[in-house]
């Protein structure tokens, strides 16, 4: 089972002024698939994201980490900012897809600017803000998770959640 972290993005979320839909709906959709070893709400300063974010890579190695919020057009949305400057390696693949496949839905998925990349030996996901949005990124994405985290972690069969 691999370990996994929530970073749920947001000022109003982090201040406790709204609820946070968005990082119940990852951590229900991935209760019985991985082991969840942090969960955390913050403010959107791209100081603190990317300090979060180094944490979770390097000292307490998740092995994925998905955040949830700060991908629009609001000069508040810096989650893609602050991750490309943590990332070692893009894996566009995952923003695509989430935007194609949602933009089906939706043609507000477009303007969701969410990235992904890799740390170390860490995947991390920009998920939208919207728990539609997360769940249906989810759903979509889920399929891969497994296969990418065990190339990841250099298993040659490739099966290693």
């Known amino acids: 089972m691999i370990s996994y972290a929530i970073v749920s993005i947001g000022d109003k979320a982090s201040q406790g002024k709204r609820e946070d839909k968005s990082g119940a709906i990852i951590k229900e959709m991935f209760n019985e698939r991985a082991h969840l070893i942090h ?76 990235i992904a990349g890799i740390r170390g030996k860490t995947l991390i996901i920009n998920l939208p803000g919207s728990s539609r949005g997360v769940r249906e990124s989810l759903e979509i994405i889920m399929p891969v998770l497994e296969h990418g985290l065990g190339i990841l972690k250099e298993n040659k069969d490739h099966d290693a959640i």
């Open 39 to 114: 969960y955390e709400t913050i403010p959107d300063e791209k100081d603190i994201i990317q300090t979060v974010l180094r944490k979770l890579s390097d000292t307490m190695k998740a092995r994925l980490v998905l955040t949830t919020g700060g991908t629009g057009f609001s000069q508040r949305d810096n989650t893609p900012e602050a991750t490309k400057k943590v990332i070692e390696k893009e894996a566009p693949g995952f923003g695509e897809i989430m935007r194609t496949e949602g933009f089906k839905r939706t043609p507000m998925a477009i303007l969701s600017r969410g």
